[in-house]
């Protein structure tokens, strides 16, 4: 039984994105998978790592929580909006607070290689849009490279699949039922 964990980073539960994360849920669900989630809006915790990796800040419960789930998972479902090119502030906080040095990665002393402690996994990004494809593929998908290489491949999450979905503030009730059966047919594949 493959095990999956959804991690939602949109802070709105009325949003397109907890659509888009429950339809896969129910796929994956109806497929076989276990699945767990980590609902980021839901969490008490602070998202502000204070001290950088200077001095180690406690993990709230809730975020040792998440870690567990992390290393529990043998793929990971990460559903977010793209404001501004990047993350919204409390998923990037998430990030900032549970993906630490010595839990999913460890630098090795005197050396500029790591060791990856998330091996053996796969994920899956799913990022909504409001941003002409254009101006994004300009850019270069800041917050989908930045997820994709900087965080889950550099604790060795591999592969690490990307979906965006958009633009969504112009979107049809056609065009967001089509984008929901696209995450339902990921949730199926278990991908």
Not at 1 to 24: N, R, T, V, W
Not at 107 to 117: A, Y
């Given at each position: 039984?493959?095990?999956?964990?959804i991690?939602?980073?949109?802070?709105?539960?009325?949003?397109?994105?907890?659509?888009?994360?429950?339809?896969?849920?129910?796929?994956?669900?109806?497929?076989?998978?276990?699945?767990?989630?980590?609902?980021v809006?839901?969490?008490?915790?602070?998202?502000?790592?204070?001290?950088?990796?200077?001095?180690?800040?406690?993990?709230?419960?809730?975020?040792?929580?998440?870690?567990?789930?992390?290393?529990?998972?043998?793929?990971?479902?990460i559903?977010?909006?793209?404001?501004?090119?990047?993350?919204?502030?409390?998923?990037?906080?998430?990030?900032?607070?549970?993906?630490?040095?010595?839990?999913f990665?460890?630098?090795?002393p005197?050396?500029?290689?790591?060791?990856?402690?998330?091996?053996?996994?796969?994920?899956?990004?799913?990022?909504?849009?409001?941003?002409?494809?254009?101006f994004?593929?300009?850019?270069?998908?800041?917050?989908?490279?930045?997820l994709?290489?900087?965080?889950?491949?550099?604790?060795?999450?591999?592969?690490?699949?990307?979906?965006?979905?958009?633009?969504?503030?112009?979107?049809?009730?056609?065009?967001?039922k089509?984008?929901?059966?696209?995450?339902?047919?990921?949730?199926?594949?278990?991908?």
């Amino acid at each position: 039984m493959k095990k999956i964990l959804i991690i939602q980073g949109h802070p709105d539960a009325e949003s397109f994105c907890f659509a888009l994360g429950e339809a896969y849920k129910r796929a994956a669900l109806k497929s076989g998978a276990d699945v767990k989630e980590i609902i980021v809006r839901e969490l008490d915790f602070n998202p502000n790592l204070q001290f950088g990796y200077r001095k180690r800040t406690e993990l709230e419960p809730c975020l040792v929580e998440a870690q567990e789930k992390i290393r529990w998972a043998d793929h990971i479902v990460i559903i977010h909006p793209v404001w501004w090119g990047s993350l919204p502030a409390i998923f990037k906080g998430f990030l900032d607070r549970v993906f630490l040095p010595g839990f999913f990665f460890k630098k090795r002393p005197g050396s500029i290689w790591w060791d990856k402690f998330l091996k053996g996994r796969s994920a899956r990004i799913i990022y909504t849009l409001d941003t002409p494809a254009l101006f994004w593929w300009l850019a270069g998908k800041p917050s989908y490279v930045a997820l994709k290489y900087i965080t889950l491949q550099y604790c060795g999450i591999k592969p690490v699949r990307g979906t965006a979905i958009g633009i969504v503030r112009l979107s049809d009730e056609k065009k967001r039922k089509k984008w929901i059966r696209e995450a339902e047919r990921l949730g199926e594949k278990l991908k």
